[in-house]
C-alpha cells in the first residue's frame, strides 16, 4: 500500500496598506534584526497586537461584570448567610 500526501490548502486573505517609508525602513530593520521575512514579521507582529488588543477588552468586559454583579450583591435585600 502506498502512503499518499494529504495536501491542506489553507485560505489565504490579502491585507493591503501603505505607509510612510520610514515606518517601513523601520519595519524592515527589525525583521532583519529578528531573523525574519518582512512579510513573516509583519504578520506575526499583527496576529500578537490583534491578539493583545483582544485580550486586554476580554479582561475589561469581565471585570465590568464582575464589579456589576458586586455592586448588585451589595444593593440585595439579603442578609449575611
Known amino acids: 500500500m502506498q502512503s499518499q500526501e494529504i495536501q491542506v490548502q489553507e485560505s489565504l486573505a490579502q491585507i493591503n496598506?501603505?505607509?510612510?517609508?520610514e515606518v517601513k525602513e523601520v519595519v524592515e530593520r527589525a525583521a532583519i534584526v529578528s531573523g525574519q521575512s518582512l512579510?513573516?514579521?509583519?504578520?506575526?507582529?499583527?496576529?500578537?497586537?490583534?491578539?493583545?488588543?483582544?485580550?486586554h477588552q476580554r479582561v475589561r468586559t469581565l471585570s465590568e461584570r464582575d464589579r456589576d454583579?458586586?455592586?448588585?450583591l451589595l444593593d440585595s435585600d439579603t442578609g449575611p448567610n
Open 39 to 55: 512579510q513573516d514579521f509583519a504578520v506575526q507582529t499583527l496576529v500578537e497586537r490583534a491578539n493583545e488588543v483582544l485580550e
Open 69 to 72: 454583579l458586586f455592586l448588585a
Open 17 to 21: 496598506f501603505q505607509l510612510p517609508n
